[in-house]
């Protein structure tokens, strides 16, 4: 089965300028996977941010964008905030009714 | 506002069927416009979509999970329902349910998760 690539981790400072990637094991993704992201902070349910690949879900602050960069998908955070501080997941469209989300992505802001 | 609830045992005995349900308020399972999803987390670890149920009745599953899995929905009481057989320590995790919408002007096949429950744990273990 394919699978979603994203960073375990990164770190941005406050104020700054961060980009989290969403790859595949093989192939590039593109607008047809549909790219979505989700952001979780500890214990709490995920929250929808992105959906199709750059469309931002109702009230989500616009210093959250998507796009496809190169062979991936990607979200960037403008301004970052010590509350965008969470784990970052994208999920992507497969074909046949199927998805698959990425491991995930923990952002530290420091 | 639409309102999804998970319910169900938190603890189910090794090799036996897991059963959850998730109760949908403020909205219908029957609209066109929507698909219904259960998504788990094991602790500490990434999610990973179990499912989906479009209003027709059309299941979509994990290829990984598609032999032991069932979702069903009960629109009589607003419900969907999500069974697990012969589960093991492995399948040991926060359980959520979540509504896919269908955006505006794409396929139905194509659909973002934009309403979830809580989640709920469900341990596996004897």
């Known amino acids: 089965q394919t699978v979603v690539t994203q960073e375990p981790s990164f770190s941005v400072s406050p104020g700054g300028t961060v980009t989290l990637t969403c790859g595949l094991s093989s192939g590039s993704v593109s607008t047809n996977y549909y790219p979505s992201w989700y952001q979780q902070t500890p214990g709490q349910a995920p929250r929808t941010l992105i959906y199709?690949?750059?469309t931002r879900s109702s009230g989500v602050p616009d210093r959250f964008s998507g796009s496809i960069l190169g062979d991936k998908a990607a979200l960037t955070i403008t301004g970052a905030q010590a509350d965008d501080e969470s784990d970052y997941y994208c999920v992507l469209y497969m074909g046949s009714g199927n998805w698959v989300f990425g491991g995930g992505t923990k952002l530290t802001v420091l | 506002q639409l309102q999804l609830q998970e319910s169900g045992p938190g603890l189910v005995k090794p090799s036996e069927t897991l059963s959850l349900t998730c109760s949908v308020s403020?909205?219908?399972?029957?609209?066109?416009?929507?698909?219904w999803g259960w998504i788990r987390q094991p602790p500490g670890n990434g999610l990973e979509w179990i499912g989906s149920?479009?209003?027709?009745?059309?299941?979509y599953y994990n290829p990984s999970l598609n032999s032991r899995v069932t979702i069903s929905v009960d629109t009589s009481k607003n419900q969907v329902s999500l069974k697990l057989i012969s589960v093991t320590a492995a399948d040991t995790a926060v359980f959520y349910c979540a509504r896919g919408s269908i955006p505006a002007g794409y396929s139905s096949s194509v659909y973002y998760f934009d309403y979830w429950g809580l989640g709920t744990l469900v341990t596996v273990s004897s």
């Open positions: 149920i479009y209003y027709s009745g059309n299941t």
């Open positions: 403020g909205g219908s399972i029957s609209s066109s416009s929507y698909y």
């Open positions: 199709t690949t750059n």
